[in-house]
C-alpha cells in the first residue's frame, strides 16, 4: 500500500513539473515586439523567483494553462521572467541583459509581478502578488482585453 501512495505523490510532484515548465521563457523581446505590431496583441510578462509559493500557484492554476490554450495564443504573447537569473535575453531594444537586470528595468521587487506591455515594452497593465484567487483568472482575462484595446488605438493613431 506504501508504494501505491509513493507512487502517486511522484506521479502528482511529476505533473505540477510538468505543468510549470510549459511557461514560455523570456529569450528575445525584440523579436516578440515584431509580433506584436503584427498580430496587435500585448505581450504578457511574469516575473517570478524560485521557492515562491504564489509564483508556483500562478504558473500552474492561470498562466500555464492560457498558454496552451490557442484562443490566449491568439490573444496574448506569454513569456516567463525568473527575476533571480543571470541568464542573457535580448530586451526590445536588441540588446543583451541578464533576466534580473530586465526585471530591475521594471522595478519589478514583489512576486509575483505580472505585466502586459506594448511593442516598445512600455507597461499598459499591472498585476501585483494574487488579490483574488478565485478570480485571478477572469480579472487577467480583463487586463489582457483592456492592454489588446489599448494597442489598438496606439497602433491606429495617426501623426
Given at each position: 500500500?506504501?508504494?501505491?501512495?509513493?507512487?502517486?505523490?511522484?506521479?502528482?510532484?511529476?505533473?505540477?513539473?510538468?505543468?510549470?515548465?510549459?511557461?514560455?521563457?523570456?529569450?528575445?523581446?525584440?523579436?516578440?515586439?515584431?509580433?506584436?505590431?503584427?498580430?496587435?496583441?500585448?505581450?504578457?510578462?511574469?516575473?517570478?523567483?524560485?521557492?515562491?509559493?504564489?509564483?508556483?500557484?500562478?504558473?500552474?492554476?492561470?498562466?500555464?494553462?492560457?498558454?496552451?490554450?490557442?484562443k490566449y495564443k491568439d490573444k496574448?504573447?506569454?513569456?516567463?521572467?525568473?527575476?533571480?537569473?543571470?541568464?542573457?535575453?535580448?530586451?526590445?531594444?536588441?540588446?543583451?541583459?541578464?533576466?534580473?537586470?530586465?526585471?530591475?528595468?521594471?522595478?519589478?521587487?514583489?512576486?509575483?509581478?505580472?505585466?502586459?506591455?506594448?511593442?516598445?515594452?512600455?507597461?499598459?497593465?499591472?498585476?501585483?502578488?494574487?488579490?483574488?484567487?478565485?478570480?485571478?483568472?477572469?480579472?487577467?482575462?480583463?487586463?489582457?482585453?483592456?492592454?489588446?484595446?489599448?494597442?489598438?488605438?496606439?497602433?491606429?493613431?495617426k501623426l
Amino acid at each position: 500500500m506504501f508504494r501505491f501512495y509513493l507512487l502517486i505523490v511522484v506521479f502528482l510532484s511529476n505533473f505540477a513539473i510538468a505543468q510549470e515548465l510549459t511557461l514560455p521563457s523570456a529569450k528575445n523581446f525584440f523579436l516578440d515586439s515584431q509580433q506584436v505590431l503584427e498580430k496587435k496583441i500585448p505581450i504578457l510578462i511574469m516575473f517570478s523567483i524560485p521557492d515562491c509559493e504564489y509564483c508556483k500557484k500562478v504558473k500552474e492554476d492561470t498562466i500555464g494553462p492560457m498558454a496552451e490554450l490557442k484562443k490566449y495564443k491568439d490573444k496574448v504573447i506569454i513569456r516567463h521572467i525568473n527575476a533571480n537569473s543571470f541568464d542573457e535575453i535580448n530586451d526590445f531594444y536588441n540588446k543583451t541583459v541578464s533576466q534580473d537586470e530586465f526585471a530591475f528595468t521594471y522595478a519589478v521587487d514583489f512576486f509575483p509581478t505580472v505585466v502586459l506591455v506594448d511593442n516598445y515594452g512600455v507597461v499598459l497593465e499591472k498585476v501585483l502578488g494574487i488579490a483574488n484567487e478565485e478570480w485571478y483568472w477572469t480579472d487577467l482575462d480583463k487586463l489582457i482585453d483592456k492592454s489588446i484595446i489599448k494597442i489598438n488605438k496606439q497602433l491606429n493613431e495617426k501623426l
